[in-house]
């Protein structure tokens, strides 16, 4: 019995281009033709078909897969391809929990991972902030952020929030100094939640700082900025911590 390509891609459950394009790759050999030129799939063609599709099914890339007429093999074998699968089970199983996390804290998609309870209670420029500096920090200090984050007073927050660019003295002068005693100045270029810097990573910190700077004149307006800076002068006085 022979089949069309039609029939022998119905039988394997794939299409007539999937066949035509195992053919190019040269995973199918070319079957025998009738007189009419209609070709004449047979048994071999069906098996080899069939493993080329169970093949691609594990994920295998095309590019690594190699027929003869002992059979299929796959290049370089499956130990690295079953490291792959087992890193993207894990950014999925990452991805759930995240998502997880969005829809129960009704936070916006794009929030950063851990800052999801977080997210409602920060202004846009707040949120645009952590963004970069989740971005910029080594993964191990941005625990310390979320927890400043999380213990600023919202009467600290709101109060700096509703600072308007033509804030007077004294009133800017009084939130720089309740971030201050409470700690609260974590919107700095010197990431006070951050751990100490590592050798041989200046240069990259050099930069983190720059952008930093860049993105808090950008995001705040003028009071805002003016009470960041003291908050940030005010600490380093009084000697708290600010290693970056």
């Not at 209609?38 to 071999?44: D, L, P, T």
């Not at 902030?129 to 952020?145: D, K, N, R």
């Amino acid at each position: 019995m022979t089949w069309s390509t039609r029939e022998l891609a119905d039988l394997a459950g794939t299409t007539v281009n999937a066949v035509r394009h195992y053919h190019s790759l040269g995973l199918l050999d070319a079957p025998e033709r009738k007189d009419n030129g209609y070709k004449q799939y047979q048994v071999h063609h069906l098996v080899r078909l069939i493993q080329v599709r169970r093949i691609a099914e594990l994920g295998v890339p095309l590019a690594q897969v190699r027929a003869d007429e002992d059979g299929v093999v796959v290049l370089g074998g499956l130990q690295q391809l079953d490291v792959c699968v087992q890193e993207e089970i894990e950014r999925l199983h990452r991805a759930r929990s995240d998502m997880a996390a969005i829809l129960r804290d009704h936070a916006p998609v794009h929030t950063p991972r851990g800052f999801e309870a977080l997210a409602s209670r920060l202004s846009v420029a707040d949120q645009a902030l952590v963004h970069i500096f989740t971005t910029l920090s080594a993964a191990e200090s941005v625990s310390g952020l979320r927890q400043m984050v999380l213990t600023e007073p919202d009467t600290i927050r709101l109060e700096f929030d509703g600072l308007h660019s033509n804030a007077d003295e004294t009133t800017r002068e009084r939130v720089a100094h309740r971030m201050v005693a409470a700690r609260a100045n974590w919107r700095s270029p010197d990431r006070p939640w951050s751990g100490h810097r590592r050798p041989g990573r200046w240069r990259r910190d050099h930069e983190a700082r720059q952008t930093i700077s860049e993105a808090l004149r950008e995001l705040y307006n003028s009071a805002q900025q003016d009470v960041l800076q003291r908050a940030r002068t005010g600490a380093s006085e009084e000697g708290v911590s600010l290693s970056a």
